[in-house]
């Protein structure tokens, strides 16, 4: 069987990497799962996952909160804010989830701040979602 969390993270990376309104904003090649040191921003990492079991006596199931993160240097928060916007456009998609039936798909959280250089705006959104088998 195929983990959970692995089959959502090539999921979401599909659906972000063929989302047109994201690429215009960072450019194509510029979503990571580990951002290389040659990466210049603005760009878009598929971050931490939470993974909590959710089954039942008759179905495997998990619920998921999944984390992207966006970072704008040096474009500004509004940049932030606009990659993210596309971020949860693209997210907010019927998503498909190799082996697994997606029963939740919902926007948990964005949240845009300055990191702590001080100068580098990044965003931070969770998605939920559960899925069974």
């Known amino acids: 069987m195929t983990s959970p969390a692995l ?9 972000l990497s063929g989302y047109a309104g994201l690429i215009a904003e ?8 580990a951002v290389p040191e040659s990466a210049e921003p603005p760009y878009v990492v598929i971050g931490e996952d939470q993974i909590i079991d959710d089954g039942n006596g008759c179905s495997d199931g998990w619920e998921i909160y999944s984390t992207i993160h966006v970072w704008a240097q040096p474009h500004g928060r509004a940049k932030a804010k606009r990659i993210g916007s596309e971020v949860c456009t693209a997210l907010a998609q019927p998503l498909s989830v190799q082996g697994f039936i997606v ?3 919902q926007l948990e959280s964005e949240r845009y701040m300055i990191d702590a250089d001080g100068v580098t705006p990044h965003g931070i959104i969770t998605q939920r979602y559960k899925i069974r088998e």
């Open 7 to 15: 089959a959502l993270q090539k999921a979401v990376y599909d659906a």
């Open 26 to 33: 960072i450019g194509a090649g510029h979503i990571y799962d």
């Open 103 to 105: 029963v939740v798909q």
